[in-house]
């Protein structure tokens, strides 16, 4: 009778960790206004050239850039953060930063040889002596 309880629950448990594996599988909620994918693209690229223009001229403001791209694209800044959130999240982001990447070097062609240098790793090292 002992041996069947234990097999009685070990049953039991393996059909609660089960349960709790897939109940746990959305942790975070689509937002009810998720931006596709490309505009993500379209945004992150765009913000990254601000980001390079504020680097150029430091006491120019940021912020006033972030407000002017999200009107240009008609997205609140709300909707683009909680999307944010979510690409993050589910790990969707790097290909979304890989496309804004593609469209940056489409609107600048010169910049994919600065970019495929800086990207390549260092196989120069000094020699060691003793």
Do not use: W
Not at 61 to 74: A, K
């Amino acid at each position: 009778m002992e041996i069947f309880n234990q097999q009685i629950m070990r049953k039991v448990i393996a059909l609660f960790i089960f349960l709790f594996l897939v109940s746990c599988s959305e942790y975070v909620d689509k937002p009810k206004n998720l931006l596709d994918k490309n505009t993500m693209s379209e945004i992150m690229a765009d913000l990254a050239i601000n980001d390079q223009v504020t680097t150029t001229f430091q006491n120019k403001n940021l912020e006033s850039g972030t407000r002017y791209i999200l009107e240009t694209h008609n997205v609140k800044a709300d909707d683009f953060v909680e999307s944010y959130k979510y690409y993050v999240a589910k790990g969707k982001m790097g290909k979304i930063v890989d496309n804004a990447m593609e469209i940056l070097l489409e609107k600048d062609p010169k910049a994919k040889s600065f970019v495929e240098s800086k990207s390549k790793p260092n196989t120069k090292f000094p020699k060691l002596e003793r």
